[in-house]
């Protein structure tokens, strides 16, 4: 931040909660698009709500308020974030919820930002469940209001199975295929992209891992519809807040939240 | 359209509905196409027929009436686009017909064309069960009227076969294999093309994928085909003016309708 | 044709069937051999009969009279071609047969020249099991007539296998496959040559894909020793004439059947 | 020829009966080894014997007679050869035996030269079956002989397993597998070799085009082993000869065997 | 050594014996840290302190005192380097352990330091499964204490998964496949890394294989697993010592386990 | 050996008996090295002790006196050694031991030198058979005498699966998999490196050859495994005899095995 004229009274450490796991290369872009974002307003210091307004367009891409948005996509939207804020808040050792909001960034129709209290290198067994069920409260919030799915949960079902299949392949954290390591990471890149992720093991393998990814996902899912079936007046709650205010802050997140007195469910 | 002489009363926005999905490049295509088309015709403004006639060429090539088509082909090219058609009219939630022509164009024979009422970025699993079911329509007027089929249906059933593919592994819409990705969009390019889909799952799963494929598009024939069996004397009354008239504007189409007093179906 | 003395009474029609799917390419070479074959011949125009010389010449490379042929050749030749060709009179929706011959060009050591009566470009199911059972009849008659096969049917088996490939897996028209396409014509093209056939479906369903092809050749093969076995003595009479004659161009080959009155037979 | 001094007594016939298959470049490599081996005798002429004996070190590689063999080596060799030879000699159909030699040249530790009596382009299956008979003759043999195999059979056993390859997949003359072909010779080439024979067909096809492929060479290797059983004398007659005499030309082989009165049989 | 300025009464052996398998190019990178550190010390002469700090630089990677470690995440490394040492200094024929730590380092959250009394060129199939044991104490720890395990042991079974594959395929260690190698070392360097592993051998044996790989796993983590278990008291006192200091050095390591007079364990 | 002056009375033979299957290259660099050693000696003529000696050293590698070797290491290696020897000396058809040693060499621990008495290029079933359980009696001696079996074997392993999936799919030697050849040298060398050895059979077969591969294997072992535990006392009278001595040259290795008057045993 040394060669742009900074608000003295900036809270770095706020910043720093916001931008878990950002490379170097990835601060440099967000302190640029801050001092953007203050001379688009004629400001000659760049102000910490300069700051956490550009995490986000770093994140997800710039918002795109002129995409013409169908009532039928903002109520499945809503509804969508409603559901991954609220298993959020409701499963134990997750991380809190700072903002959810169906305003259009980049290619995702809306979206959910969790931060973890404490920027953490292990994550346990436990943690990846919690992660998993959030990960589904979209699709879960989705099939239970509308009774099917859209598009829109395509990027959670590829992230969670993504990290299902790391759970049983690569942290040994499924029962049936044991603590092995299974693929390895010498996957070669050509022309600088990745031809294969090296599958060194038997069909045999391959077919029980597939299992236990799947069995990992359908586990979650079910957490989180049993989350959503159980608060369904609160998943209401939150998704007419965000149709009425398109973005909800941490506090008026859980601000929704508190009359329910919601205690935290295990997973 | 800065640098053209355009028709001053011309309308944007019914341009713009017919040109969904359309890129920069395919818009600047489309300028380009209608304004030949003025030129050819020694008009100095280009008009807004100008431009509804190139989308079409820009969508699909430019139409062949030279070639020599057997009394044969375009029987069954009617039907088959008739088929079309009228699955696209019956069935709830489906887009608008706004054309339905038996001119040769590009590789095609015929071509239907359907527009959303409004652009949607999301779209549900219900609505891709109306889509694959109007994909399968010519297939089945073929087999309906004809008792076999022809090479005429082999690009539906290719279009219908990704899409039902990208239904099962992609949007997590098969009770099945349920809420799972499968595959990668980690593709290699290679030259200029992808080299493999990437197949990360094992044949167990390869097989159910595959058995759900079939599933979606026999349930998307047989929704067709029903549909034909019960309203074939309007498939007739289409395919007959098809015949006639060669090409029918959303109006004529609509109208050929409207005496059979059809209702929607749920899909 | 403008760049060469062409003699005036030339039928361009007449050419312009014998020449169905060729190219620009094609056409040109053609007028290329037809003006040498008339400078060889000392002409200063190039006639008709230059022209349809030079068209099997284009399709199947050179006339090899020099070639040493056996006597067990040549007869094995004439039955195949024979057969080839009363397949082809025999069964409904059959193009005509033009030519038969028995003299050796490019690789073949004979050839049956069929022409559809219209260009078509759709073309139906029951079209393809004629002329699957077609490309049998060689193959065919060399069973029935020797007890065996030779090396001869190579090409017609190849040909038919990968068209019955195609009939089950880009134009749905297996039973058991239905009207599911697999595969894709996304093909790596490297160094100028594909890599793979882009096999994106499960073992299970290339074995089914495998089944069918073989059950598509084996009813077009029996088809075809039906059709051969029934009008022996018209085989017989055709290979007579072949063996005595080496050449029979339409007129002659459907003079021969004509006494025996032959009927179209459904496929 | 026409730029080398040939003796003019030469029957240029007799040489291109021992030539069949060979390229211009092999026919133009035969003449100046024939060049070569005049040169070296002090000839100014290439007679007939110097082509003759030029084809062999054109098909096999030159004579190596200074590499040291063992007599159980020369034995196992000559017995091998025998083998080849008489049951090429034993079976209808099976082109003539021309020499038969233990003699070593290029890889092969000896070599039996058979010729067909007429160059042919067509093969048909049964001809096939004594090729294949006669190639699995020297490994019978051995076993016979000493109730073991030796290495000297591994050339045979890869030949004749290409073959019977052939037989299923290319010619359709295996009744399981029936008259589809399968695999194609699109296989790629790259950087001058090829990279896969491109198996376009299910494994459970490929179960059973090994298991033909089998059934060929077993019924072929049963065959050669009755042949050679029934005539175990002749066998010892012909290795007797070739232990002494090293080469037999066709004259002294057919010589051996026409005291033992051979009926031809049927494969 | 020669170009820097190194104390004399330097003890090379007691280098040599801290880095066992390093080659001349990690020695080189070895004096070069230890004179780095020295330089950083202000000493004009490199002590051997400074080359067994440097030691688990070059290992390991630089210290990362700054990471921010969460309680949670310093009482799980805690655990799991206490389970790796105390498993080590249970079992036969082990290595001595040379220093436990739980300061981060490079991509490790701690390390424990086993050293070979010799060094050894041989290896038996006793060793190595004590050395598996020894790889699954951190996992088998964190499994008792906490009841579930972290990302922390990811690469302790990747390591053990390969070294257990090759007791399999390489080494001929495990009863059921037998003294036969799979797989070859001929894979293929493509732009410098791997392509494929080469597997010349069917899916039954690779089916095979992963299960003895799995089972040689499970028996090295029941061994863990019961060493902990049934040494509870000693695994809390390490991991308290850990909490509190941060490294164990060796002799403060055996020093922690003396009064609790462990006898070692047949693996 | 123009070039170098050699001492007259050389013995050329004896030094081609201890090189069989060396290339040009290989005689070359022996004669090279050969000359070193003279020279090294200040000797100006290069002796026959001088080639002999070099023999091992192209073979192997250099002697490798330095490395440390620990006492548990040098037993094994004797034993192993031991194994190697013995059973070589014990089989019929076997070729004579010419030297014994557990000086380290190049990679290898130790080595046991075995010459065929006459330079043989066909091999026979039993000869392998032979040669399989002498490469199998070091991993046997291992078993027998310590219980199980160390690193050392790995070598031996893998040269012994590679020769026994040759017998199989190569020289038709498996009764099961009969005289089929599987695999095609048609490998392709890209950038120097075989990509694959062009697995052109089916699973099922390659799970048979799998089978054949192991059997052989087994059968080799237990061959080794009987010879030794029949003649335990012999076995250990050589590792005696290896630990005392390091080396043992063909009449010393003989001289211990004399006063128990072996008889030489089938395989």
Redesign the interface.
Known sequence: MQDKPVEESIDVKKIAIRTPGFSGADLANLVNEAAILAARNDKKVVSEQDFLESVEKVLLGPERRS????D??RK??AYHEAGHALVAASLEGSDPVHKVSII?RGFA?GYTLKLPI?????????QFLTDLATM?GG?AAEKII?G???????ND??Q???L?RKLVT????SEK??????G?D?D????G???????????????K??AE??AF??RA?ETAKKVLEDRKDVLQAVTDALLQKEVLEQEEFYGILEPFQLNKLAV
């Open positions: 995409r013409v948005i169908t039928k996509e499945i939207t259009s129709g404490e920027e953490t290198n292990l994550k346990t067994r436990s589904m699709y509308f099917e799915m859209s598009t829109g949960a395509s079902l590829k969670a199975s993504s299902a690569k942290y040994g954290m295929l044991g603590p092995v390591a299974y390895g010498n070669m890149v050509f022309l992209r990745d031809i294969t992720s090296n599958k060194n093991y038997s069909e045999d393998v391959a077919a891992i597939d990814v799947k996902i359908i899912y």
